[in-house]
T-cell receptor, first 118, second 111 residues
Framework: GAVVSQHPSRVICKSGTSVKIECRSL??????MFWYRQFPKKSLMLMATSNEGSKATYEQGVEKDKFLINHASLTLSTLTVTSAHPEDSSFYIC??????????????FGPGTRLLVL | SQQGEEDPQALSIQEGENATMNCSYK?????LQWYRQNSGRGLVHLILIRSNEREKHSGRLRVTLDTSKKSSSLLITASRAADTASYFC???????????FGAGTQVVVTP
């Protein structure tokens, strides 16, 4: 099946710094990727839709200047948490669909990135 | 906003027993998907059921969908210790891929 990777898997940073998380589709091209956030023992919350070659679409309540998304190629989307604060600590997960695969509606999730801001 | 609500929040069963969890949602959907998440890991897609379907099977999994009641259920038969995980339903309203997740059901299967 399709594989999505994320890097890094875990990051600890100081308050005020920026952190970049990469999401890659390894064996398919994804024109659209999605970024989710998950708090401990909670559900996933959709943050934004990342569109290759165009601006990301953010969900209501998500600060676009805080969470910068770049989808520069068909296999890579990046999420940058700018000026991170402790409340940004969370588990960030990306997903993608294979638009030409047999299971086009299926989403493939990355393994997630755990961010801890001190 | 969270589309799906699941119950129970937690389920503890013994190996060999069946596990049933339910998901309710509020708006019309194009499809509903079930995912499994092991602790601290990514999500694994289990099964997708479209709005015009009522039941689907995949191995030991059985999913039903009742669009009139806006609800779905996931049944895991003959559970195994390896089924221990959190299970989430997610709805896709327009098949654009923007999923709204339920709160999840934490399933523990003891040997």
């Amino acid at each position: 099946g399709a594989v999505v990777s994320q890097h890094p898997s875990r990051v600890i940073c100081k308050s005020g710094t920026s952190v970049k998380i990469e999401c890659r589709s390894l064996d398919f091209q994804a024109t659209t990727m999605f970024w989710y956030r998950q708090f401990p023992k909670k559900s996933l919350m959709l943050m934004a839709t990342s569109n290759e070659g165009s601006k990301a679409t953010y969900e209501q309540g998500v600060e676009k200047d805080k969470f910068l998304i770049n989808h520069a190629s068909l296999t890579l989307s990046t999420l940058t948490v700018t000026s991170a604060h402790p409340e940004d600590s969370s588990f960030y997960i990306c997903s993608a669909r294979d638009p030409v695969g047999a299971r086009q509606e299926t989403q493939y999730f990355g393994p997630g990135t755990r961010l801890l801001v001190l | 906003s969270q589309q799906g609500e699941e119950d129970p929040q937690a389920l503890s069963i013994q190996e060999g027993e069946n596990a049933t969890m339910n998901c309710s949602y509020k708006t019309s959907i194009n499809n509903l998907q079930w995912y499994r998440q092991n602790s601290g890991r990514g999500l694994v897609h289990l099964i997708l059921i479209r709005s015009n379907e009522r039941e689907k099977h995949s191995g030991r999994l059985r999913v039903t969908l009742d669009t009139s009641k806006k609800s779905s259920s996931l049944l895991i038969t003959a559970s195994r210790a390896a089924d221990t995980a959190s299970y989430f339903c997610a709805t896709d309203r327009r098949s654009w891929g923007k999923l709204q997740f339920g709160a999840g059901t934490q399933v523990v299967v003891t040997p």
